[in-house]
């Protein structure tokens, strides 16, 4: 209610103003004298008055829709709209704000652009090019140079131009906690001096976190909350960092909330209490709470609170409920919000006719990219494979990422969707010109899609026969590892691959399975391939209950031909007889289901006749 309103007081104000200008600065023109005559000089004079004012007003109304971009979440827009603005302008106040979004929004070479076109405008150095060189330094991996001018940076500065200070090293924190871990002295020496700031005591409260000192961290979130018990003061984005906050530190989170007195706290601190509640597994406490809170005052991000509880319950009736309310009493932008919750769950319970319904319900341009990223995943998930490679490839080169998913999320469902959509040969060479691509460039995205690179190309070796390459695949597999060791989903395909081809290396396969195991118990992709490990030691009994657990949650025909094996070995033909011809029927064609079923001399062609 009070953005709405703000959105309709600015431009009255602004149009307040502009008329009064206009009025002042053209009277003479159309309302002249009759008993005076104007030289062309005066003339051309006034001319160039009013299109200075025209021109002021122009970018007046272009920065307001700048932040209302922000506020509804378009910073790509906003961003765009700031930057149009500076190269007419040419003011420092543009420019250091264009620098923030660009920051924010995570586009490091823009904001390094932007510092460059900075240094044109404002060659001396002054407060203002100090602040924006600081924030140069912090996206370009200059920690060391930019925490020396924090003191100065800070003490230039008022509040408006600290808290996006503050703001910057909290999200930073967020990113990579070692890059500051040699100067978290420093930061929190410097938020004591500004505790009427929410953004500097949050930073406060999270880096006396990372330090491992609780109650310092609890005590900065106490005077938070008598500071600004509603919230009311502080930016959205401001807003997100705490929640953030207590999110990413369930410690800290969980003695705040002991000490607060939450039953009587604003319903903003309420409704992260519920969250944090959720994180830790405590749902039937969270369900009270939210069902207190939506009896107080419903409202759509309570009732998504609520489908998120009912979600850990496995209430698929009350989940369908809270998002369909959330949904239709929502804001474009918390519709959007609602539509993305539902279209994911509705994806992870397979669902895809519901998650794609949900999907075209997005609207809110801050949550397009979401949208496009659903769409393809749904692509990927349902096995159409030139879709998801088509959407994909569009996306991973376009936007600024959104609220859920970003790029790195667009690489990988590409990277998967060429590997399927692509004949063998082309599909291979363009993995290994992405890898080699991105083993030239060491940021964060990079890495990620060389990881990507090196899991794909080794999965397309191993399972497509054409190339013959199994042994590259499983030294791809490996090479992955050794950057990240514990990732489950590549151990347990290294694991069931060694399982297969190389029986010498039996314990090998069964202790990465097992690794995969312990982190993804419920998986049934690796509840198969452990009771696959079992079956290969000869322990029949715990093959059995891997397997039939794996089965139970997916009746893939590469489990069914498993189950069934170790069904027959056990003297139970009938009961493997079922599970395959189960199988059998949904997918006549499956590889390791048909060479199961020949080497056990089973033909339901045959028996069919």
Known sequence: MEKRAQYLILPLMLSALFSGSL?????????????????????????????????????LMTLLGAEIALN?????????????????????????????????????????????????????????????????????????????????????ADDSQRSPIFFILTEFAYQSD??????????????????????????????????????????ALNRLIKLD????????????????????YPDTATAFFRQADTDNTALVWREMEVSHLIETGKFQEAETKIDRLLNEDPDPLRYLLAAR??????????????????????TQEQKSLAAVTAAMHFASQKNYTKASEWTDKVEAPSFIFDRDIMRASLALDTQNWEQAYQLAKTIRNTGTGGRFFDHITADKIYLHALSQHLAPQQAERELSELLLSAQKKSDSRHRELRKAALYQRG?????????????????????????????????????????EQRPEQLDEAFRLIQDAHRQLPENAAVND??????????????????????????TDPEIAAHLGEVYWEEGK???????????WDKNKEHKILLQTLRRYGIDFMQTDK
């Open 23 to 59: 009025h002042a600065e053209t009277g003479k023109i159309y309302t002249p004298s009759r008993e005076r005559t104007y030289s062309a000089e005066e003339l051309a004079a006034e001319k160039r008055k009013r299109e200075a004012v025209f021109k002021h007003t122009e970018e």
């Open 72 to 156: 509804k979440g378009d910073s790509a827009q906003a961003l765009r709209m700031y930057l149009a603005i500076l190269q007419k302008s040419r003011r420092s106040e543009v420019a250091e704000r264009a620098m923030e979004l660009a920051v924010g929004a995570r586009a490091y070479p823009l904001a390094d652009l932007i510092y460059q076109k900075w240094i044109e405008i404002e060659p001396d150095s002054g407060p203002a090019q100090r602040r924006i060189t600081w924030i140069r330094y912090m996206a370009t991996g200059k920690e060391h140079t930019a925490m020396e001018m924090l003191p100065q940076v800070l003490s230039e």
């Open 178 to 219: 070692s890059a500051l871990k040699p100067y978290q002295d420093i930061i929190i020496k410097e938020t004591q001096k500004y505790r009427e700031l929410p953004e500097a005591l949050i930073t406060e409260a999270l880096f006396n976190t990372l330090q491992g000192k609780e109650r310092r961290a609890v005590a």
């Open 229 to 248: 018990p509603q919230l009311s003061q502080t930016p959205e984005h401001t807003q997100e960092a705490l929640k953030t906050l207590i999110r990413k």
């Open 309 to 330: 509880v009912a979600m850990q319950n496995l209430n698929q009736p009350a989940i369908a409920n809270y998002l369909e309310k959330a949904y239709q009493t929502g």
């Open 459 to 499: 999965m397309l070796y191993i399972n497509t026969d054409v190339l013959d390459k199994t042994e590259q695949g499983i030294n791809d597999l490996t090479a992955y590892l050794k950057s990240e060791p514990d990732n489950p989903i590549v151990q347990n395909s290294l694991g069931y691959t060694l399982l």
């Open 529 to 554: 391939s452990l009771g696959w490990a079992y079956y290969k030691k000869g322990n029949h009994t715990a093959a059995l209950r891997y397997l039939e657990y794996a089965h139970s949650m997916d």
């Open 573 to 583: 033909p009938e009961k493997a007889r079922k599970i395959w011809r189960e199988a």
